[in-house]
């Protein structure tokens, strides 16, 4: 099953609807996409949305720190949404949880960003 994107707009905030496994490969090119593209039309706030992501091993982590790299160097934010018990696990042994700024409410999430 490979990774599905889907994008809206809240408040200025463009949220990423993650669904499936991001692993080597797929997944994480699409991330990859899905975030070059958003910071090509000029939108720098970006929420990851993992609550349906189901696997993700450590090239899908090592592509969500290259995605807030890139989002960072824009002058961009990027945040995390909703990690599932798996994603948040190996996030804390991979010492990369403290990195992202990670929430698990959307209003929450979505009033955070810089106005």
């Known amino acids: 099953m490979s990774m599905k994107v889907s994008t809206r707009q809240v408040d200025g905030v463009t949220i990423l609807d993650l669904s499936g496994r991001i692993t080597l490969g797929e997944g994480s090119v699409t991330i990859r996409d899905a975030v ?36 960072k160097n824009a002058g961009g934010e990027l945040k995390l949404l909703n990690l599932t018990k798996k994603v948040q696990d190996l996030l804390q042994i991979t010492k990369l949880y403290t990195v992202f700024d990670v929430r698990d409410d959307e209003a929450t999430a979505i009033s955070s960003f810089g106005k």
């Open 36 to 71: 070059r593209d958003l910071l090509a039309k000029g939108q720098q706030k970006i929420l990851l949305n993992l609550g349906n992501i189901n696997y993700i091993d450590s090239s899908g982590i090592g592509e969500l720190v290259s995605a807030f790299t890139t989002v």
